[in-house]
């Protein structure tokens, strides 16, 4: 009896999973996506702003899979928690670009869910996606995640960051979150376990929820990824804001793929290292995440 229900439960948490993730789109670049024409070739990479000199003439634009992308047949389907700008509807996040850059010169073609923070591990732990995008190493010694492995080079740091409405409040760690209203977006799993003593917490479907939050003055401090609490900001028009330098936590973040699909791994990051080395990935960090720059104040 207890085997039977054991088998029963199985049974719909996977549909609920599944269920989860046609409830969000897969994005299958269509040929006319803005990933092609930031991707191909000098063109696009020459209205870019920013120092590129670490290009070299064997590597003269950001994307290089561009013209070659819908010749690829091979497909792996990857999920991420992460929003704009790091990941979008249209494939020109940050993430975006760097992940379907680096599968494309291991000639593979990749889709993409976005799911929430749990469904997403469990989703690439079982199999149903083959790997999950932006995820902080410590998921290695997750014993109910042993299926997943890292690829060994990070794709970014993410900046877990304070930002206010007022330059005198300046948290510089955890515990100074202490006396004020803090809020910060649910699933972040790594918030949930950092954010203990606050006057009262708020926790936010997405970072355009939590930014709006601060604008109205109904919390104090909002705690998210830098550039993802940049892009909420900038896109409800919010000013004045502060970021709080230095964050409060900084994490490297990691691709990690299902078992079935170790023998990437080393490729993968031989792939990653060589985008840094050969000026892709400045080049997109330049077009996707610089511009958010220059309107916040730092205090």
Not at 18 to 46: E, T, V
Not at 200 to 217: C, E, G, P, W, Y
């Amino acid at each position: 009896m207890r085997l039977a229900l054991g088998y029963l439960l199985s049974f719909f948490y996977a549909v609920a999973l599944f269920s989860s993730a046609q409830a969000h789109d897969i994005l299958q670049i269509p040929m006319d996506s803005p990933f092609y024409d930031f991707c191909a070739g000098m063109d696009a990479f020459q209205h870019l702003d920013g120092d590129h000199s670490a290009l070299t003439e064997h590597h003269p634009a950001p994307c290089l899979c561009g013209e070659k992308w819908h010749t690829l047949k091979a497909s792996l389907r990857l999920n991420t928690t992460s929003s704009n700008p790091l990941s979008n509807d249209s494939f020109t996040g940050f993430q975006d670009l760097l992940t379907l850059e680096a599968f494309c010169r291991q000639n593979l073609r990749i889709s993409l869910t976005h799911l929430a923070g749990k469904p997403s591990l469990h989703m690439a732990n079982r199999g149903v996606d083959d790997g999950t995008v932006g995820r902080i190493a410590s998921l290695l010694e997750d014993a109910h995640l042993s299926n997943l492995v890292a690829v060994p080079e990070s794709i970014m740091a993410w900046d877990f960051s304070a930002f206010t409405r007022t330059p005198s409040m300046q948290p510089h760690s955890w515990a100074e979150l202490a006396p004020y209203h803090v809020a910060y977006n649910r699933g972040w799993i790594i918030l949930d376990h950092a954010i203990r003593t606050t006057k009262s917490t708020v926790r936010t479907q997405d970072s355009v929820q939590l930014l709006t939050l601060l604008a109205k003055n109904r919390v104090d401090v909002v705690v998210v990824e830098k550039w993802q609490g940049l892009a909420a900001a900038s896109q409800i028009g919010m000013q004045p804001l502060y970021l709080v330098n230095p964050p409060l936590a900084s994490q490297p973040m990691y691709l990690f793929l299902h078992r079935n699909h170790r023998d990437l791994v080393k490729p993968l990051a031989a792939t990653l290292q060589q985008m840094k080395q050969d000026g892709t990935y400045q080049a997109i960090f330049a077009h996707t995440l610089q511009p958010l720059i220059a309107p916040i104040v730092t205090p």
